[in-house]
């Protein structure tokens, strides 16, 4: 039996654990190589399979595994969500979604190594209009309209960029602190699509969304500077429970998203009928305030503006045909 054909044999079973598992899609091809060899190669001719995955016939595999994932996932195995966050601007008062790039890589030396980057802001090299999805003609803008859309989208780039950042690695490490944070891009991504939907129903879905973030992101300081917080929806309330600590944040953006009350009315469609400049008005002071909250939290590492240096894996390279060792793994057997 071919390799190609023995790897294929088993991929769907592997495939599924990991699946089972919610293995992310862009990683799992080194998985599946890595449990292939261990689980269905019983013996290498002429090797072993000591820190295989640096061997040339690992890079074989890898490959063949690869290519069984881009046939059988096509487009989207090239989406890495995970790298993007989605948020939402108007242009000539239509919602336009923004796709923004929450890393960003260089290469340092070609085929050997690259930058893995992790920015705050947006640099002056990046061209922020690049990450609307469809929008009206940008062509037609009055300078000043152009002007406009350009600062709006720099700060929600910005702003998403430094919530990624500022979430990641908060110390002391406490579940509860986590927990809460970890909803927070989820719930700022929902309501970005909400608002993308242009309706009544979207936009009330869209404020709850929001009051979410923006509640789990104070209750998140509440419980990180204090150990606690209380089981309540008012946000200004939430807000004065650690206001001692908010002195850059301005509490009368606050303001510019409906009371807890009227919001929860507003997901159900019992309450008022929510405009879309209303909700549009809501997303950027809640990313304004949470963008701002985010950084006061204390960090075990903190890589906002920095990167590291990634050395290309070995699995990517292919051997040549007059590499020294053997391209091809002769007597690999499947168990």
Same mark, same amino acid.
């Given at each position: 039996?071919?390799?190609?054909?023995?790897?294929?044999?088993?991929?769907?079973?592997?495939?599924?654990?990991?699946?089972?598992?919610?293995?992310?899609?862009?990683?799992?091809?080194?998985?599946?190589?890595?449990?292939?060899?261990?689980?269905?190669?019983?013996?290498?001719?002429?090797?072993?399979?000591?820190?295989?995955?640096?061997?040339?016939?690992?890079?074989?595999?890898?490959?063949?595994?690869?290519?069984?994932?881009?046939?059988?996932?096509?487009?989207?195995?090239?989406?890495?969500?995970?790298?993007?966050?989605?948020?939402?601007?108007?242009?000539?008062?239509?919602?336009?979604?923004?796709?923004?790039?929450?890393?960003?890589?260089?290469?340092?030396?070609?085929?050997?190594?690259?930058?893995?980057?992790?920015?705050? +802001?947006?640099?002056? %090299?990046?061209?922020?209009?690049?990450?609307?999805? !469809?929008?009206?003609? =940008?062509? /037609? #803008?009055?300078? &000043?309209?152009?002007?406009?859309?350009?600062?709006?989208?720099?700060?929600?780039?910005?702003?998403?960029?430094?919530?990624?950042?500022?979430?990641?690695?908060?110390?002391?490490?406490?579940?509860?602190?986590?927990?809460?944070?970890?909803?927070?891009?989820?719930?700022?991504?929902?309501?970005?699509?909400?608002?993308?939907?242009?309706?009544?129903?979207?936009?009330?879905?869209?404020?709850?969304?929001?009051?979410?973030?923006?509640?789990?992101?104070?209750?998140?300081?509440?419980?990180?500077?204090?150990?606690?917080?209380?089981?309540?929806?008012?946000?200004? +309330?939430?807000?004065? %429970?650690?206001?001692?600590?908010?002195?850059?944040? !301005?509490?009368?953006? =606050?303001? /510019? #998203?409906?009371? &807890?009350?009227?919001?929860?009315?507003?997901?159900?469609?019992?309450?008022?009928?929510?405009?879309?400049?209303?909700?549009?008005?809501?997303?950027?002071?809640?990313?304004?305030?949470?963008?701002?909250?985010?950084?006061?939290?204390?960090?075990?590492?903190?890589?906002?503006?920095?990167?590291?240096?990634?050395?290309?894996?070995?699995?990517?390279?292919?051997?040549?045909?007059?590499?020294?060792?053997?391209?091809?793994?002769?007597?690999?057997?499947?168990?």
């Amino acid at each position: 039996m071919e390799l190609k054909e023995a790897i294929a044999g088993h991929l769907s079973n592997i495939d599924a654990e990991l699946s089972a598992y919610e293995v992310p899609l862009k990683i799992r091809p080194l998985r599946a190589s890595i449990m292939f060899v261990k689980d269905y190669v019983s013996e290498v001719s002429g090797d072993d399979k000591n820190n295989f995955e640096a061997k040339p016939w690992f890079a074989i595999i890898y490959h063949h595994v690869e290519q069984w994932y881009r046939d059988h996932y096509g487009p989207a195995f090239d989406r890495d969500r995970s790298a993007i966050a989605s948020g939402v601007v108007l242009v000539r008062d239509i919602p336009v979604e923004i796709r923004v790039l929450l890393t960003r890589s260089r290469v340092e030396t070609p085929g050997e190594t690259a930058w893995l980057l992790f920015p705050v +802001e947006v640099a002056g %090299d990046e061209n922020p209009f690049t990450w609307l999805v !469809d929008p009206p003609k =940008l062509d /037609k #803008l009055l300078a &000043d309209e152009r002007s406009k859309l350009t600062k709006q989208t720099t700060d929600i780039g910005t702003a998403l960029r430094a919530i990624r950042i500022n979430l990641m690695g908060v110390e002391p490490s406490d579940n509860v602190t986590q927990g809460l944070l970890d909803g927070v891009l989820a719930e700022l991504e929902a309501s970005a699509r909400n608002i993308l939907r242009n309706d009544t129903s979207g936009r009330g879905s869209a404020l709850w969304a929001l009051q979410m973030a923006v509640e789990r992101t104070l209750k998140a300081l509440s419980q990180h500077k204090r150990g606690s917080f209380r089981e309540i929806h008012n946000l200004f +309330e939430l807000f004065d %429970d650690v206001t001692a600590h908010l002195s850059t944040i !301005d509490r009368n953006l =606050l303001k /510019k #998203l409906p009371h &807890d009350k009227q919001v929860i009315t507003d997901r159900y469609g019992l309450g008022g009928t929510p405009t879309l400049w209303e909700a549009a008005n809501a997303y950027n002071a809640a990313l304004e305030i949470i963008s701002g909250i985010s950084r006061l939290f204390k960090h075990k590492f903190y890589v906002g503006g920095g990167g590291v240096l990634l050395k290309r894996p070995p699995w990517l390279s292919l051997p040549s045909e007059d590499a020294p060792t053997n391209p091809q793994p002769p007597g690999a057997r499947s168990k």
